[in-house]
């Protein structure tokens, strides 16, 4: 019988490396080696990565993937989750605006656990982060808004059934192994959006977990386990539970080989939510064009999406590192005080510096139900700083820098991954690393080049 899943699991497994255009494969590249500085970054700034780790390291186990930073050995799917966790611990992995979903944390850690322990070259590695992406991104992408309002956390729910799709190709399994695959990824779907709201740093165990449940389930296929082929459209699957029936059919199965879900992820430049990025662009302008000082703003208004203002339109002056991230205000503040926003502004001292936190208290976010509409087509804002010196400064955008139609170059990858490493890591690390994923022919290099060279370097 044909299904929804089906459909999609014959597409990937019959699908070679070979078939996949190259633009798409460069994307790849450039998505895995942001992963990987992110990852290395991660690794000393998380919350949640100390404990996850200690706790691995404890219990150890079978040989088989390398923990990056972590330096040892563990059971693939143990691997996969503490990358995973290490990946979305700073709020600067990539994502994607129409399934409000962030791949790479979820897809790429699987990916890189099994790929070690198949010993997978690095061309199928990329082929099958391309496959992980756009089975996680056309199932987000179908179910979205719908999904997100009913308070999912879309990167932990989809993301299982990308990081499933990824091993599933890795490990080469039939059109039928990799259908039952996907359908356990599915089947072991989780994430709610309540952390946002207390305790955000527990986030990255979502990913995590998405990431492990993708090792998992590839590898029960290959043994021999079967899963509903009706995950999707079944009378208690997918479709009803995640969204209730409000799903787009040609997101989902559309287009399958024309439209590659990778090509159409952000780049985020800053670390924080990406509902925070359209309104740092606008105060980054904001601060050229006035030259101003946080002490001669008078007041700043923001306008947005909603689902933008219940992520990130509720916290003014923020508690802690990880709240800052879920905060526009503050963000934006930053942009107009100092011209950017780095991982280095979400210091301690800087949370607590109190020009800083009188400056948010005159930011004022509304939701603009026009906005709305054009969600998530467009993820924009608009802002007003009013000086006191009666000056000010108007503008909107639709998108955020980094966005499909508003693209980073590698200028701008390069700067994001060097400016976020630099304070842990020298620069011999940044640029090996861009060498042997996006400098090097992908018959050149293997995934061990990576773990080697995080063994040099991470510590």
């Not at 059971?75 to 989750?81: D, G, H, K, T």
């Not at 990858?413 to 022919?441: A, N, R, T």
């Amino acid at each position: 019988m044909e299904t929804y899943l089906t459909k999609l699991a014959n597409f990937y497994a019959s699908t070679k490396s070979s078939d996949i255009p190259s633009d798409v494969i460069e994307k790849a590249k450039r998505s895995l080696a942001d992963f990987l500085a992110v990852t290395a970054v991660g690794y000393k700034k998380s919350e949640l990565a100390p404990l996850w780790n200690a706790y691995i390291k404890e219990i150890g186990g079978k040989e088989e993937a390398t923990v990056l930073c972590l330096d040892v050995k563990l059971p693939a799917f143990v691997s996969a989750m503490a990358m995973g966790v290490m990946g979305h611990s700073i709020e600067l992995d990539d994502g994607h605006r129409w399934g409000t979903s962030h791949p790479a944390v979820a897809v790429i850690p699987a990916t890189l656990a099994v790929a070690e322990r198949e010993g997978s070259s690095f061309e199928d590695i990329l082929a099958s982060i391309v496959i992980g992406y756009d089975a996680m991104l056309r199932t987000a992408r179908a179910i979205n808004p719908s999904h997100l309002k009913r308070g999912f956390h879309s990167t932990g729910t989809c993301g299982s059934i990308g990081a499933a799709a990824s091993c599933a190709y890795l490990l080469k399994l039939t059109e039928e192994q990799m259908a039952y695959a996907i359908s356990m990824g599915g089947l072991q779907s989780a994430g709610l959006q309540e952390m946002l709201h207390d305790h955000p740093g527990i986030k990255p165990l979502q990913p995590g977990k998405a990431a492990m449940a993708g090792v998992i389930s590839a590898d029960l296929a290959s043994m021999g386990a079967k899963a509903p082929r009706t995950l999707y459209e079944g009378m208690h699957g997918w479709l009803k539970a995640m969204c209730n029936g409000e799903y787009l059919e040609d997101a989902l199965v559309g287009d399958l080989g024309r439209r590659w879900e990778i090509m159409y992820t952000y780049t985020k430049l800053y670390p924080t939510c990406r509902h925070c990025h359209a309104a740092i662009d606008i105060a980054r302008e904001a601060k050229k064009q006035l030259n101003c000082n946080l002490e001669d703003i008078k007041r700043v208004d923001i306008k947005t999406y909603s689902l933008g203002y219940a992520e990130v339109g509720q916290i003014n002056c923020p508690r802690n590192a990880e709240e800052a991230m879920f905060s526009m205000a503050f963000a934006v503040v930053l942009a107009l005080d100092r011209g950017n926003v780095t991982l280095q502004d979400y210091r301690e001292k800087t949370l607590n510096d109190q020009r800083l936190r009188d400056a948010a208290k005159k930011v004022f976010i509304d939701v603009d139900h026009s906005m709305d509409k054009k969600y998530p087509e467009e993820r924009g804002a608009w802002m007003k700083v009013t000086l006191l010196d009666g000056r000010s400064f108007e503008m909107a955008v639709p998108v955020a820098k980094g966005e499909p139609e508003n693209p980073v170059k590698d200028s701008d990858y390069i700067e994001k991954l060097q400016s976020m490493l630099f304070p842990h890591y020298p620069q011999e690390f940044f640029e090996g690393l861009w060498q042997i994923v996006v400098g090097s022919d992908s018959n050149e290099v293997s995934y061990g080049d990576i773990v080697n060279h995080f063994r040099r370097y991470v510590q």
